[in-house]
């Protein structure tokens, strides 16, 4: 049997936060990591970019790329969780 690999919290900065990758495929992929409990309860995700967003719009970014990209249902008690982890910069 495996043992489970327990990491430490971090913060996670993704550069370009409001680009089509992020959108795509990181925002999503971090979601379904946090959905599996892969997440460590403390990690932060922090979005850095030039536009002029704050914090709400970014979650609110974020929401709207689950829906369009996620091909699955965006589970309640997991999004709270997941959008209270981010935050937003800009650069």
């Not at 370009?16 to 379904?32: E, Q, T």
């Not at 689950?66 to 997941?82: A, C, H, K, P, Y």
Request: with cysteine; charged share 30%; hydrophobic share 35%.
């Amino acid at each position: 049997m495996k043992d489970k690999k327990t990491f430490k919290p971090c913060d996670l900065v993704i550069y370009g936060a409001l680009g089509d990758l992020s959108r795509r495929k990181l925002i999503i992929s971090l979601y379904r990591l946090d959905n599996a409990n892969l997440l460590e309860p403390d990690t932060r995700i922090i979005g850095v970019d030039r536009h002029d967003f704050d914090k709400d719009q970014f979650i609110e970014t974020a929401h709207n790329s689950l829906q369009e990209f996620l091909n699955d249902t965006i589970q309640g008690e997991v999004w709270v969780r997941f959008s209270a982890r981010l935050n937003y910069l800009k650069n």
